[in-house]
């Protein structure tokens, strides 16, 4: 599996994404809001974009989707209650379905809600662990839910899924918000000396060759999955008076996403 992450210099801070198969040149683009730039990487490459995979269907994600196809003819994928809402949407995926790209790369479709309720992530299930996973997973993250999503429906996809995958899982999210989110995690856990040391190495980094986390440094640094740390707990509780003496993980989860909201 051929992976390129393309920073796209805009105000929204997206990456976009192709993956590639290394015997056919078939390349899936994942979001292509700035489509001419994944254009330009491709025929670099010498790649040929057969199939466009939305994440979900804000426009930030799905604003390049008229010219690529536009360009290359490719099918739109997108989880399969999103078909009202991405025009001339081709596939609809639910969890467990395959993409395959070329003859070596197979992605597992997982319906993942929470930052929209029609939201998937994509996971490699070929030779390298990784997630491409949209807005639903952020590098030291968690996407939010004021744009048709659901904090309790994010809670369930962090706990249920994400937070189960292997720990040298890659992680691909559809934003680079790293350092705001760093920054988040050590208001919320100023002890967190692993958050403190990674946002001085990442802090005016060169984007166009951005940090790619494993799911093993997200348990280190991303507040979300770092619900029962003491640190975290009773920086709530200074918040939240109203706390019971006994948290659960939900309850955390959620008071720290309300707070992430107007952060």
Avoid at 58 to 86: C, F, P, S, W, Y
Wanted: a negative charge; glycine letters at 8%; charged letters at 25%.
């Amino acid at each position: 599996m051929l992976v390129e992450q393309i920073w796209t210099e805009n105000a929204y801070r997206n990456f976009n994404y192709l993956i590639a198969c290394p015997e056919t040149g078939e390349a899936l683009a994942i979001d292509p809001l700035e489509y001419e730039k994944v254009l330009a990487v491709a025929k670099d490459k010498g790649w040929q974009v057969t199939q466009i995979l939305n994440t979900h269907h804000h426009r930030d994600h799905t604003g390049g989707n008229d010219g690529m196809v536009e360009a290359t003819g490719a099918k739109i994928l997108a989880h399969q209650d999103a078909k009202d809402q991405i025009p001339d949407m081709d596939i609809g995926l639910k969890a467990g379905d395959v993409v395959k790209i070329g003859r070596t790369v197979e992605l597992e479709a997982l319906d993942t809600p929470g930052h929209t309720m029609s939201h998937v992530c994509l996971r490699s299930r070929t030779d390298t662990p990784a997630i491409f996973c949209g807005d639903t997973l952020f590098n030291a993250g968690a996407g939010h839910c004021k744009s048709g999503g659901h904090p309790d429906s994010l809670y369930a996809t962090f706990a249920g899924q994400l937070a189960r995958l292997p720990d040298d899982t890659l992680i691909y999210p559809g934003h680079d918000y790293i350092v705001n989110n760093l920054n988040f995690t050590l208001d919320r856990e100023p002890d967190n000396e692993r958050a403190r040391q990674l946002i001085s190495e990442v802090d005016g980094q060169n984007t166009h060759d951005a940090l790619v986390t494993t799911l093993g440094l997200e348990k280190e640094i991303n507040t979300f999955f770092r619900l029962q740390n003491p640190s975290v707990i009773a920086r709530l509780r200074e918040t939240f008076s109203d706390l019971p003496d006994e948290l659960d993980d939900k309850t955390v989860f959620l008071k720290l996403r309300e707070l992430r909201n107007d952060w």
